[in-house]
């Protein structure tokens, strides 16, 4: 009788958790990596799309790019 329960249990577990099948989940496609630049005052690296385009370059932030644009005229 103890060797059937074991049996009816073992059974059990297996089907629980032995012939589970892996579930292919479907994820967007990574994003592609974004261009970085650096600020042409400081040299901070930042991506391309939140730079600021000013004469001389790409800056950071608008105080970089006034002081550049002071600074080289």
């Given at each position: ?31 592609p990596p974004k261009e ?38």
């Amino acid at each position: 009788m103890k060797y059937l329960l074991l049996l009816l249990v073992l059974a059990w577990l297996f089907h629980k958790f032995g012939s589970r099948k892996q579930h292919v989940t479907r994820q967007a496609p990574p994003a592609p990596p974004k261009e970085i630049v650096a600020c042409a005052h400081c040299g901070l690296h930042l991506p391309h799309d939140e730079a600021l385009p000013g004469r001389g370059g790409l800056f950071c932030s608008p105080a970089h790019r006034t002081a550049f644009e002071a600074r080289h005229g």
